[in-house]
């Protein structure tokens, strides 16, 4: 079955660590996006992605980075300098490069800073 | 930018009722209007979405109405089961900005 893959589904960090969050598709989609999660709040842009080694910064993007070497992946990493990092991650592919479109969303990676 | 607001935050509906969440949006420039719903710890899936060309759009016992001039939206679900408790985003958008989401509605379904 086609779809995303979202690694690891938890994670523990500790202050000023570095963490990266893997971002699996195989629906051949052009498109990659990173969402962040926060209780109570809708989902908020952080960075996306319309073609390999390209990608734009979303709404809320400092303290993080990305990379999108191959059109299957797009991992996040979340650094030291994200002051409130906590949160659900959601990594999402849409068909085409647009904006818009139904996005196709993995299934999350929690992380928790101690 | 856009700016959404959803209502309610909380929604709880006898099953087989029916339920209606809304939503505003500020952009007139936007035109396209996706919901989605999410299960616990999962991602959210989309269920239902509409252009601005068009008034209203149903599957089954999910609708959706557009009100352009108001600039408000809504989803409409119709004789409610125990499946469809989740969390209910909208959003919009359709510019370069691309979508702006609400910040969702947790919908029971009392049996």
């Known amino acids: 079955d086609g779809g995303i893959t979202q690694s690891p589904k938890y994670l523990f960090r500790k202050e000023g660590q570095n963490v990266t969050l893997s971002c699996e598709q195989n629906l051949n989609h052009d498109a990659m996006y990173w969402y962040r999660q926060d209780p109570g709040q809708g989902l908020r842009l952080i960075y996306y992605?319309?073609?390999?080694?390209?990608?734009q910064k979303g709404d809320i993007a400092e303290g993080y980075s990305v990379s999108r070497e191959k059109k299957e992946s797009f991992p996040l990493t979340v650094t030291s300098a994200q002051k409130n990092p906590t949160a659900f991650y959601l990594c999402?592919?849409?068909?085409?490069?647009?904006?818009?479109?139904?996005?196709?969303f993995g299934e999350g990676s929690r992380l928790t800073v101690l | 930018g856009e700016n959404v607001e959803q209502h309610p935050s909380t929604l709880s509906v006898q099953e087989g009722d029916s339920a209606v969440i809304k939503c505003t949006y500020s952009d007139s420039a936007s035109n396209y209007f996706p919901w989605y719903k999410q299960e616990l710890g999962k991602g959210p899936q989309l269920i239902i979405d509409i252009r601005s060309n068009v008034g209203e759009k149903k599957d089954q016992r999910i609708a959706v109405t557009l009100n352009k001039t108001a600039k408000h939206f809504s989803l409409h679900i119709t004789e409610t089961q125990p499946e469809d408790s989740a969390v209910y985003f909208c959003a919009a958008g359709g510019g370069a900005d691309g979508l702006t989401f609400g910040k969702g509605t947790h919908l029971i379904i009392q049996p």
């Open positions: 992605s319309q073609i390999v080694n390209d990608f």
């Open positions: 999402a592919s849409t068909r085409q490069g647009a904006l818009t479109g139904e996005l196709f």
